[in-house]
């Protein structure tokens, strides 16, 4: 199974910036797609962005409408970890971000999630 550790969440202020990393273990052969979903206070959770990638390159990035043109998703294929580097920060992207894994044939696994928060 593939194990996903996430870091980089906290507090920033509004317009700041924040990288998340999640760095999967485990069976992460057959790892083909990584990204990001949040989940804000009362709300559903949202997709934010996902990368693509064969073992040794990514193949495609795609973003949800909050996130183009602020958020950007890399991965270190050496370092099987994701980053999610959010620019121009503002209140409303607080929320639990939490990063996923897509395998074949063992599907989609979570991170624990971590805390964004943005002050005014």
């Known amino acids: 199974q593939v194990q996903l550790a996430e870091s980089g969440g906290g507090l920033v202020q509004a317009g700041g910036t924040l990288r998340l990393s999640c760095a999967a273990s485990?069976?992460?052969?057959?790892?083909?797609?990584m990204g990001w979903f949040r989940e804000a206070p009362g709300k559903g959770r949202d997709f934010v962005a996902i990368?693509?990638?064969?073992?040794?390159?990514?193949?495609?990035?795609a973003y949800a409408d909050l996130a183009k043109g602020r958020f950007t998703i890399s991965r270190d294929n050496s370092a099987n970890t994701a980053f999610l580097e959010m620019n121009n920060l503002t209140p409303e992207d607080t929320a639990i971000y939490y990063c996923f894994a897509d395998s074949n044939p063992e599907g989609r696994k979570w991170g624990r999630g971590t805390q964004v928060t943005v002050s005014a």
């Open positions: 990368v693509r990638f064969t073992p040794n390159s990514v193949t495609s990035t």
């Open positions: 485990g069976r992460t052969a057959s790892t083909f797609a």
